[in-house]
C-alpha cells in the first residue's frame, strides 16, 4: 500500500504564508509527477501546482508568483509554500503523487486527506 500524508494548513490572515508539506511512503517503486489540488466548498477541485521527475513545475494562473512547489525524490516530498494568501486561497489542499508500487507494472494516484487552509480578510 502506498500512503500521502500532509501537513501543515490552518489559519493565517490574508497577506500571511503558510507552507504544507507532503510525504509519500509504503511499497512505492517509482514515483512520477507529485502535485497540490485545492477544492473550495461548492467547487470542483483544481490544480494548484506540480512537478515532475525532472523538476519541472506548472501552476495554476491564480498562484503564479505567490506560490513555490519543490520536491525531494530521495525522500518522495513534496511541499507547498504559500506567500501573500488571499481569502479566495481558502480550500481544502489535497497532495498527489503519480507512483509506480511495487508489483505492478503501471502508474496509479494517490491523494493525501486534505489539509485545511483558511484566510480571512
Known amino acids: 500500500q502506498v500512503q500521502l500524508v500532509e501537513s501543515g494548513g490552518g489559519l493565517v490572515q490574508a497577506g500571511g504564508s503558510l507552507r504544507l508539506s507532503c510525504a509519500a511512503s509504503g511499497r512505492i517503486l517509482m514515483t512520477n509527477a507529485m502535485g497540490w489540488y485545492r477544492q473550495a466548498p461548492g467547487k470542483q477541485r483544481e490544480l494548484v501546482a506540480t512537478v515532475t521527475r525532472s523538476g519541472d513545475t506548472n501552476y495554476a494562473d491564480s498562484v503564479k508568483g505567490r506560490f513555490t512547489i519543490a520536491r525531494d525524490s530521495t525522500k518522495n516530498t513534496v511541499s507547498l509554500q504559500m506567500n501573500s494568501l488571499k481569502p479566495e486561497d481558502t480550500a481544502l489542499y489535497y497532495c498527489?503523487?503519480?507512483?509506480?508500487?511495487?508489483?505492478?507494472?503501471?502508474?496509479?494516484?494517490?491523494w493525501g486527506q486534505g489539509t485545511q487552509v483558511t484566510v480571512s480578510s
Open positions: 498527489n503523487a503519480r507512483i509506480i508500487a511495487t508489483g505492478t507494472l503501471q502508474i496509479s494516484d494517490y
